[in-house]
């Protein structure tokens, strides 16, 4: 293939980005896109000179001509999208999480299978200049044996109160990224988790039972330790990993939008670190969309795939089940349920 | 009082180390200096100018003219000579921990509040260029009200297998001074704990039902979380906190022996941290015992007692609960224990 | 005017880089571009959508639709192509420096300014994100009166023989980045030179009486002084500066890619800033154009015009007199030969 | 020789510094101390154990006892301590500079030759953490052949109006630090200077035709060009170098009290750098004292001796000439001048 007509599915915020990045890579040509607001997006997507513009998804995925799908609507939706993308043999890139319960991924995981469709996660951090240099700096055994993984993550400011009630949680919505750099750097699968929740930031979570600071402990099949931070509100995007090990350490730190430093009697100042995850992760996600398009036009695997996503679901669901129980929980226990009900 | 005479009880590495700095001081006397090995210390000594060198405590004790003592004996002698030297009247400074047993560190705190000397606990990190200023910026309100602690506390290297057998393990060996430090930065007592242990440095540490590395997730009682990672293997002095809140964050990182920087071609490369707690908290010790000296001279508080001293015991009992049984642990659990025994 | 229909003269490495980037940008249109090697470009410009391919640059000159060219030609072709344009009333982007001689720069600086078309000179490092924050830090008086600039301006590796031959030397090459630099940061005329030049890199450089590292020592009109050295070979991108005045001082540092350091106990570990001006300076050739098409759709004047060109040439012009002469020389004198010429 | 008897001569603000520093070291005592106004000093003499207090330096000079003497009188009384030292076969210590005037200078270099004393420049720097390990990298070829230097060097503060009348000026009172810097560093001596010099900080220094800005270029007879920028008020003490090669480059940067980073929605602080000379050379002062001492007790010899003294004079000197006569100075015309003079 020399060519990939792709498929937008969803055209909020992060279609959007996904659109202005995919414009710009040779080799393609977004030729359809779907939003159930599709007088919204007409000016827009004509602006960016795709043909398509339908409310029904399903005009994209029969379609001939399309090659591939971003799903890019409500994690709700996931689901269906998968079922009927896969059936119709297209190539899927999916926003994580796949979706909100395990049962449901675990089939879907079967049915890809099945389809042989390529199925890359959006799991966008990965492909960060600072986050594959730890990853590639442990995987090269610079660190030697890792002991230790420290993340920290935390946003700049807590969504707002519709976005809380429907994201499924602190743990599926945003330390999910945090489990799969966690299993990115470690190169082992996590067998433990325990968690130290906390309403500090804004009351509202406590009403959909939901926490904004959390502290998650981890424990890796390998023998490694590790410890993931998190919260609603740093004032400034907080992305940092360190991965410590048998012969020594490595880090990341923040990214800064200058490195201008101001010295004076009173001390010293610089500007705080990039304050929006478009900013931070901009890279990033050009690197991930072009990285899905070459898996499929080199018919090389997606360097994140469904079982990347069902992994941090599973950690992601352990972690709320330790946050409740006030127990440590192991992820066998989260499997062996699940393969109680699959059966 | 305008010149204090003091004895030193023990003259190992920290008893040395002590001499080193008082005798810097002004208003400070060394008359006196007890080992049980008096033979090897006595040329050193000597040079010091330190008069009375004797293998008997007591005799330090006993001396009418000694006004203060410094105990840098091995833990399990500092129960007997703080009674000792608390029914004399001397003031005490003490190294860490108190004692290996809640017990009897309780009813050392009954004889000090009776005999109502000064007691220093050896924490001497609280003496700590960084440290301190961490400790500043957070009780000025600088972070808002603090939500996450971070600190990684990190030796360079294992000690030799007799330390390992006697040091009462990793919790009231190492991490006690990073309890110590969480109620510092913090201001807040710790109310539950959950440890994450493991074996990963060396298997001596087996031997002896102890670990070399761990992930201590704290929960103070004003809300905020906490994690303490350590490992008894760094390569360097590891020492760093982040104290992080509603308004900002702090972070301390290690100090290094010189800020040459070299980049060429094959990158960019500077020293690595300075190695040797000697080195790292040189400073801290010479602050420590100076505010000791301080207190006793203008008759104020010290700046870390003997209730510090137990607090921090506390929570290294209530971590090593917690890993021998997998289970988050609540200080009340101890405390109710040492009620029921006490009474 | 709501689209602009641009012509590009000159095909090169960093007319591409400007194709590349213009293409992104709203309401702008790349209709046309010329190369006296036309065949060699005919597919890259074809695949970019640009309808005119010429050899010849007046088919764009004479082209009623254009409305601003781009030139990108080797700088002994700039006079007569500015020229033209000017005539046929199209707004200028010109690379720098606009000519080797200052007697034709002058002339142009008249042409222009009867013209009233739009020039901006391509000093893309005022557009960085780290250039442009000191000069909006000075600017804002952070660091009080400017007293003292230095700028570190050093070259990964030198350039072949062949552009070292027609280069122009280091100072109109090279250096006069960071003449214009020097009169952006610190809001002043540079009122006399001195340089220290020699060869230490590469002896070719001797072959064409050029030189690759000097130290030039600035006096500016409000009386601050400044120094920049260059160096044709640093293994990285060197690129820094520094503003000290009388409340204080404001440094910027290189960019890396990432921001990972390996601690080991062989010492400290981190990748070499980046290598290349064109990964270096990546957003400031984009903000650059943008910004320059934006004075056109908003009838605004651009934000370095012709003048700044011609000040930063008056001073390579004096630097290189300073170098052949062993002195310290003043615009003035410069300035003064001109006038004698051109009357 | 197995303990070093030492006189003092000059107990002002650096005599009594060395004595602070002296006594801790082994295998020294300071026996005598002089100083013209013997009464101010009684006290503090007497609390440190001194056993002769003088006001007439020649009882120091003339007691067979004593070993080496620490000159820190006024630079105007150097000359004439200097040769009675040296007469009486003293090992000498002395402050920079060694006198004001180069032909002075000059003979005492004679004068220490036939008397075979120790004598020691008291060049601090060279034994500072950072500088030290500059020296050290350059020396070891890590940087390559050295290209260019830069040192910047800025006081916290102006001092008051008399010192500034008496001292000398900047070159030969503050630079001169810099420019013996310039030539350990850098392995070779300096050739030619230029010196653009300025009134910027306060007109008080213009009453005393002397300047408090200056950015002075070198050049060395290795070929390495160099640069150092002074000035009197960087309200913190900066203190910076910088060695690039033909294999790449070492900085330097300022010591802080503490490594505190405060990050917040309005930014990154961090504490000022360390403010005065006391604080950051502490360590260098302690360093240079006990080298000294080592010297004699070894037999061997000083690390920064009296042609250090006298060559960095010599660049001072020409730094002043070229300042007035605004023009590059070669080193060789003032030692030309010299030998006339002396012979």
């Not at 990045?21 to 359809?32: H, W």
């Not at 890019?72 to 939706?77: A, F, K, L, M, R």
């Not at 350490?249 to 200058?258: E, G, H, K, L, R």
């Amino acid at each position: 293939m020399d060519k990939i007509k792709l498929g937008i599915i969803g055209a909020g915020r992060i279609g959007k980005l996904h659109v202005d990045n995919l414009k710009n890579l040779k080799n393609v040509e977004i030729k359809s896109i779907s939003d159930i607001f599709v007088d919204n997006i007409k000016e827009w997507a004509e602006q960016n000179g795709i043909q398509v513009i339908t409310d029904n998804y399903m005009n994209i995925i029969n379609d001939p001509e399309i090659n591939a799908v971003f799903i890019c609507s409500p994690t709700d939706t996931h689901v269906q999208i998968i079922k009927d993308a896969a059936k119709a043999g297209k190539h899927i890139f999916c926003e994580k999480p796949i979706s909100f319960s395990l049962e449901q991924t675990v089939q879907l995981l079967e049915t890809l299978r099945q389809s042989k469709v390529k199925f890359q996660t959006g799991f966008n951090r990965r492909f960060d200049h600072n986050m594959s240099r730890v990853q590639e700096l442990v995987s090269q055994g610079k660190v030697g044996d890792p002991h230790i993984l420290k993340i920290t993550s935390r946003d700049p400011a807590p969504p707002h109160k519709e976005y809380i009630k429907n994201c499924g949680g602190l743990f599926i919505d945003m330390s999910i990224h945090d489990f799969d750099i966690a299993r990115f750097v470690i190169g082992s699968e996590v067998e433990e988790v325990y968690v130290q929740g906390a309403v500090l930031v804004d009351p509202v979570f406590a009403e959909f039972n939901d926490i904004d600071t959390a502290i998650i402990s981890l424990k890796f099949k390998n023998g490694a330790l590790g410890v993931i931070d998190n919260s609603r509100q740093a004032h400034y995007y907080d992305q940092r990993v360190e991965v410590f090990g048998s012969k020594g350490c490595v880090t990341i730190q923040n990214d800064f939008p200058n490195s201008a430093e101001l010295s004076t009697a009173d001390g010293v100042q610089k500007d705080k670190p990039l304050y929006f995850f478009l900013e931070r992760y901009n890279t990033a996600y050009i690197n991930e969309v072009q990285a899905f398009i070459e898996a499929i036009l080199n018919d090389t695997p997606v360097l994140v795939n469904q079982n990347d996503g069902f992994q941090a679901e599973l950690i992601a669901h352990a972690a709320k089940l330790s946050y409740l129980e006030k127990r440590p929980v192991r992820i066998e226990e989260i499997t062996n349920r699940l393969v109680n009900i699959t059966i």
